[in-house]
């Protein structure tokens, strides 16, 4: 049974920092893995996508890496600004389903 | 494009109704899931549909039921609401065939109050 794990849960950061959010998951069986982000109220947004034989992927101000063989994919967002203030949730894709960890929930600071 | 699509987006209930959520998506991607939000734990898996046909229980699916309809649509059933499923539900859609693993697509959520 997949589990994830994500920390911090929660990060307060001064706008213009760089920062690095953890994934682990237990199960290195996965085809892909994903960061989205979900604003207060609202669904998910897909952010990066990670297929197994990649180790980094890059967005703008967002690089995600994944080591398979560890279980542990990162999210650097860099030089933070305050609309990056959201909760962002990383999901380990296997063959049958897709397992959410809880989310560390950003907050950047004017 | 409309991508996943889920109605309503709102719905109080009283404990004992029953009501069907419905999830659509146009992407011909041949998994869904639904998922429900609730503070503190994340989001939960009850159900997937790995492909048209086929569908598995996933970590709370008591106290649920669902059928995959065809390929686009995707629903999820209380038979009899409890407190306990207030929540947000939200369903999501992805494509697993050969080698194209794509990336997870999610509907707006729909926001369930039983009373």
């Known amino acids: 049974k997949q589990e994830v794990t994500q920390i911090p849960a929660a990060l307060s950061v001064p706008e213009g920092e760089n920062l690095v959010l953890n994934c682990s998951f237990t199960d290195s069986a996965i085809y892909n893995l994903q960061w989205f982000r979900q604003d207060p109220g609202k669904g998910l947004t897909s952010l990066l996508l990670?297929?197994?034989?990649?180790r980094e992927q890059t967005s703008g101000r967002l690089n995600a890496s994944l080591d398979k063989s560890s279980g542990r994919s990162t999210l650097y967002i860099a030089a933070s600004q305050p609309g990056d203030s959201a909760t962002y949730l990383c999901a380990p894709g296997s063959q049958g389903n897709l397992i959410f960890g809880k989310g560390t929930k950003l907050s950047v600071k004017p | 494009n409309a991508g996943v699509t889920q109605t309503p987006k709102f719905q109080v209930l009283k404990t004992g109704q029953s009501m069907t959520l419905q999830c659509a998506q146009d992407?011909?991607?041949?998994?869904m899931y639904w998922y429900r939000q609730d503070p503190g734990m994340g989001l939960r898996l009850i159900y997937y549909?790995?492909?048209?046909?086929?569908?598995d229980k996933g970590e709370v699916p008591n106290g649920y039921n669902v059928s995959r309809l065809n390929k686009r649509e995707f629903s999820l059933r209380l038979e009899s609401a409890a407190p306990s499923q207030t929540s947000v539900y939200f369903c999501?859609?992805?494509?697993?065939?050969?080698?194209?693993?794509?990336?997870?697509?999610f509907g707006q959520g729909t926001r369930l109050t039983v009373v």
């Open positions: 990670i297929q197994s034989s990649q």
């Open positions: 992407m011909n991607h041949n998994s």
């Open positions: 999501a859609s992805r494509a697993l065939t050969g080698g194209a693993r794509t990336e997870a697509f």
């Open positions: 549909s790995a492909s048209e046909g086929t569908t």
